[in-house]
């Protein structure tokens, strides 16, 4: 059973547009909410990441906006650049039990 | 943060051979993990490692196969012990530092023909 569900599975965006990605959940134990920017050929980097007591949390052009009644959390990004063209995975987690989504493949293009 | 370093960064593997990769973190932490990330895949949890004890094993994992030593704080090895095919894989360990908060390390790309 997929514990945290991501769509879509791949987004194309132009340059200077904003990303979303959404997850849900089902487990209210959850506690922690990070997302994830993998590289082809890195390990996923720690991008930014939100617990349930916030609705959003912003950093640079990355935003974390989360719906506890709705156990959704999405990841948008703002003025998409080609640079931000990886894997983005989302993450739900309760004390040291972490679980993925699925993954999107982002491509921005020029 | 921390910063985490693997050993190898990739490697080419003959069917019924064992591959150790190594995993050193900057800094002493707990908890470390180890996972399987197949290409295009999600990452899947193989095993945590506390050092002092054995490893936990996720289903479908199991320690004669995925043999897991953590002998100090910064350190932990990981070996797929008779491999096959269908072991070739992206194999990532994590540490948790800050409460929740798991960082990456590289990653060791792993050909099995």
């Known amino acids: 059973q997929q514990q945290v569900k991501q769509s879509p599975q791949s987004l194309i965006v132009q340059k200077g547009g904003i990303s979303i990605i959404n997850c849900a959940y089902e487990?209210?134990?959850?506690?922690?909410f990070p997302w994830y920017q993998q590289f082809p050929g890195k390990g996923p980097a720690l991008l930014i990441a939100?617990?349930?007591?916030?609705s959003e949390k912003k950093e640079g052009r990355f935003t974390i906006s989360f719906n506890k009644s709705a156990k959704q959390f999405s990841l948008h990004i703002m003025d998409s650049q080609p640079g931000d063209s990886a894997t983005y995975f989302c993450a739900a987690s309760t004390g040291n039990q972490f679980y993925f989504g699925t993954g999107t493949s982002l491509t921005v293009i020029p | 943060s921390a910063v985490i370093s693997q050993k190898p960064s990739r490697d080419i593997c003959q069917r019924g051979t064992s591959l150790t990769i190594q995993c050193q973190v900057d800094s002493q932490v707990t908890m470390m993990f180890w996972y399987r990330q197949q290409p295009g895949q999600s990452l899947t949890l193989i095993a945590t490692?506390?050092?002092?004890?054995?490893?936990?094993?996720e289903s479908g994992f199991v320690i004669d196969k995925f043999p897991i030593s953590r002998p100090n704080l910064t350190f932990s090895t990981l070996t797929v012990s008779n491999m096959s095919p269908e072991d070739s894989s992206i194999y990532l360990c994590?540490?948790?530092?800050?409460?929740?908060?798991?960082?990456f390390g590289p990653g060791t790309r792993l050909t099995v023909l």
């Open positions: 487990n209210t134990a959850f506690d922690y």
């Open positions: 994590s540490v948790e530092k800050n409460t929740d908060t798991q960082y």
């Open positions: 939100i617990r349930p007591d916030v």
């Open positions: 490692a506390n050092q002092g004890s054995e490893a936990t094993y």
